[in-house]
């Protein structure tokens, strides 16, 4: 699967911005996705997963209750809502999917990843 992240910007703090990542092939439905960010100098980290189904998500603790993941299967795509942005929010934002047929998501051991797109986010 060939994953393309978009969406991401400069917005000031407290602005809201809308990732999104959309899969090649026709089989997005059987992957589990997730978004990862890595900032300047800092290492790669989780930020939200989901199952392939969309009925179950996970936030890591940094952007529970600001961000939110979704999924729409119809339309190959998987979306990271981020509200009440930080400054420490700013990184280059990164999706991520990995074959599930549990229906569970992941934290981790991801297999394909897009390119990145980069928010900044300005005090």
């Known amino acids: 699967v060939q994953l393309q992240a978009s969406g991401g910007g400069l917005v000031q703090a407290g602005g809201s911005l809308r990732l999104s990542c959309a899969a090649s092939g026709r089989t997005f439905s059987t992957y589990a996705m997730g978004w990862f960010r890595q900032a300047p100098g800092k290492e790669r980290e989780f930020v939200a997963g989901i199952n392939y189904s969309g009925g179950r998500t996970y936030h890591a603790d940094s952007v529970k209750g600001r961000f939110t993941i979704s999924r729409d299967n119809a339309k190959n795509t998987v979306y990271l809502q981020m509200n009440s942005l930080k400054p420490e929010d700013t990184a280059v934002y990164y999706c991520?999917?990995?074959?599930?047929?549990?229906?569970?998501?992941?934290?981790?051991?991801?297999?394909?990843w897009g390119q990145g797109t980069q928010v900044t986010v300005s005090s």
């Open positions: 991520a999917a990995r074959w599930d047929n549990s229906g569970t998501y992941y934290i981790y051991n991801y297999n394909y």
